[in-house]
């Protein structure tokens, strides 16, 4: 209970300013390290999802961030909670995605004892996040917490973590909540969009990257907009195909992993590259071979909202420090030229990415992933949301699933295993009249599966897919490639995942065929249950165009040459 007068607690001036920051939702798993802060919750209108371990509640704070645009918040307790929260944090980082982890600390009189769980945490996040901070004046406590929003949201978004003496959080302050933060955005120049203006009048072969974070509704409509009047090709980076319409006409694709020939081709052979919002990572850049480093080969244009990457990679002709969506707005005001050099390359870079997609590639055994993909295209709302991890499986995803609307795709630009479902129990529980669709590999699910416990308890449906080869497959994979022949260490026992799913109280089924595949997800749906979908997939189906014995035989060859 509060006391009369002015004083509260620390904690509750942290939840209250959680609250002028209009956040809705935390994500948690509960700790005696910040008992004042979840009592703080209790009379506070903010939903609270308590998760069944601390990774997958960083990760459902990081997935709030990716697709909102406003800092995820994750409570985990001190220690062996903070440790197994790290992964969200890295995916944070990588992604560029705004979250606030919070960490119960040991007490200010305890500090510098090895006390029980304690740990330095300017240390151990210090070069994974944003800005780390330990608040050890309460009185502090509104400042601090809203300057973690500005940090978690400016120039290139990403993690911070903020560190809460347990004895911090019982003590009583007087200062009043703090004003409730504002982005902060830049826009491109009169200057810079003129020197874009005369790049484009002189280029002849023109394409657009789309990446990164700090995008919106309204940036991916002007962004469009400005694609149709310059009749520009378009491509996405690895994981952020929802910033563009798959079945616009001028999208080009995807550069992921396993791309299109074509669209690879096409970008080498660019004479202007515009880079919005990315930084063209190892991923998207085919491993840095697409663009030369430092002095690209093409003119290079790159935007984006932290200027510390601008030049950071890649030496670019034009750098614009600007948010994309202030970029994109001032795009869709440039007119166009009176003739446009490259006209119809935009329908010839769409067509070469229908006929990549349209049709999915044989593959071997009882359940094809992509005619699973394809049917999924084709019989789930635009505005489903999508999720994935890590894994060979999702390139099904990448290839034959085309992504119609923002922020629908949910997953790792760092390749982090164990995201999928996380993901989508964060989406569910903000968007509960929307579809959401987990994928996942079986070593991928188990990494944690467990959230599904969450979703029951919250009673959220989301369908959760496993794709079970019995494989780490990535792995084995590149094992395959590099030592043909010998197995070691990815070989997988899995359990039954449809009985995993009913002894959580969720919907179970098996699935062995292609066929058998749209019934399933139709009981599932009918359900109103969280469902496990299991798919038997044959470990031979390794990506869309290869075997596991086509790459070992290739290897083997290689080898005796």
């Known amino acids: 209970m509060r006391p009369q007068g002015n004083l509260r607690t620390a904690a509750e001036a942290l939840v209250d300013q959680l609250i002028v920051n209009e956040v809705q939702h935390v994500f948690c798993v509960p700790g005696e390290s910040y008992l004042a802060v979840l009592d703080a919750f209790h009379d506070r209108d903010i939903a609270v999802t308590v998760c069944r371990q601390e990774g997958g509640a960083a990760m459902m704070a990081e997935a709030v961030g990716k697709t909102t645009g406003r800092p995820g918040v994750c409570f985990v307790t001190r220690g062996p909670g903070a440790t197994n929260a790290s992964p969200g944090v890295h ?13 119960g600390q ?3 009189d305890q500090k510098e004892r090895e006390a029980f769980q304690e740990v330095d945490y300017r240390a151990m996040f210090g070069g994974m996040a944003k800005w780390v901070v330990e608040i050890s004046d309460p009185a502090r406590m509104p400042e601090l917490v809203s300057r973690a929003f500005y940090e978690a949201t400016s120039g290139r978004p990403g993690p911070v973590v903020v560190a809460l003496p347990q004895d911090v959080l019982t003590e009583r302050i007087e200062t009043p909540p703090a004003p409730p933060f504002r982005p902060v955005d830049t826009a491109a120049g009169a200057a810079d969009m003129a020197t874009l203006s005369d790049m484009l009048g002189a280029a ?29 090709p378009v491509a996405t980076t690895f994981r952020r195909t929802h910033l563009f319409d798959a079945l616009h006409p001028c999208f080009a694709g995807d550069l992921g992993i396993g791309p299109n020939p074509k669209l690879l081709a096409r970008v080498k052979g660019a004479d202007l590259v515009m880079l919005v919002g990315g930084r063209l990572g190892e991923m998207p850049s085919q491993g840095y071979t697409l663009i030369d480093i430092p002095g690209p080969q093409m003119t290079f244009v790159h935007v984006h909202p932290g200027a510390q990457e601008l030049g950071r990679v890649y030496r670019p002709h034009l750098a614009v420090n600007a ?35 349209e049709t999915p590639t044989e593959v071997p055994g009882g359940v094809n992933l992509g005619h699973v993909m394809a049917w999924l ?25 085309r992504f119609r609307r923002f922020a629908t795709q949910v997953a790792p630009i760092s390749g982090s295993m164990g995201y999928s479902v996380p993901a989508a129990v964060a989406m569910k529980r903000l968007h509960p009249d929307r579809t959401v669709v987990s994928i996942n590999g079986d070593g991928d699910f188990l990494m944690n599966g467990q959230e599904f416990a969450t979703a029951v308890q919250y009673g959220l449906p989301v369908i959760v897919v496993v794709c079970d080869n019995g494989i780490y497959g990535t792995i084995r994979m590149h094992q395959e490639r590099e030592y043909p022949g010998r197995v070691s260490a990815t070989v997988l026992r899995n359990p039954d995942f449809a009985a995993y799913a009913r002894a959580f109280g969720g919907f179970g089924a098996t699935v062995e065929t292609t066929a058998a595949f749209a019934p399933a997800f139709r009981a599932a749906q009918a359900s109103g249950l969280p469902a496990i979908l299991h798919l038997k997939i044959d470990p031979e189906a390794i990506t869309p165009t290869a075997t596991l014995a086509g790459i070992r035989e290739t290897a083997l060859a290689a080898q005796g040459a």
């Open 91 to 103: 995916i944070a980082q990588q992604d560029s995605s705004p979250m606030i982890l919070f960490i």
């Open 106 to 108: 040991v007490g200010r």
């Open 204 to 232: 002849k072969r023109p394409i657009l990257l789309l990446g990164g974070s700090r995008w919106s509704e309204e940036g991916c409509r002007a962004i469009a907009d400005f694609a149709t009047r310059f009749d520009l």
């Open 323 to 357: 948010t994309p969506t202030a970029f994109a707005a001032a795009a869709a005001a440039l007119p166009p030229p009176a003739a446009i050099p490259w006209a119809g390359a935009a329908a010839a870079a769409h067509a070469d990415y229908l006929a990549w997609t």
């Open 377 to 401: 295209r084709d019989n789930i709302p635009a505005d489903s949301f999508v999720s994935n991890g890590a894994g060979n499986y999702a390139g099904w995803i990448h290839r034959f699933y």
